[in-house]
């Protein structure tokens, strides 16, 4: 995992997308993504509920 500090305006290049930092209050984060239609975005707390899902039903 690589851990990258960076300041609101400044952003990260991943592939195709990017990742930019466009607020950060008092331990709050606003990022913005810019990717392709095809690249799916899914919240941590969403995958990790599908993720859950899917082992559940495949018991």
């Known amino acids: 995992m690589l851990v990258l500090g960076r300041k609101p305006g400044e952003y ?6 990017m990742v930019k930092v466009v607020r950060s209050n008092s ?6 993504i810019d990717a392709p239609k ?3 975005i ?3 707390e969403l995958y ?3 993720k859950n899902s ?3 039903n495949m018991q």
């Open 12 to 17: 990260v290049m991943i592939g195709d997308v």
């Open 54 to 56: 899917l082992t559940t």
């Open 38 to 40: 095809s690249v799916t």
């Open 27 to 32: 331990g709050d984060l606003r990022l913005a």
């Open 48 to 50: 990790e509920s599908q």
């Open 42 to 44: 899914t919240r941590g």
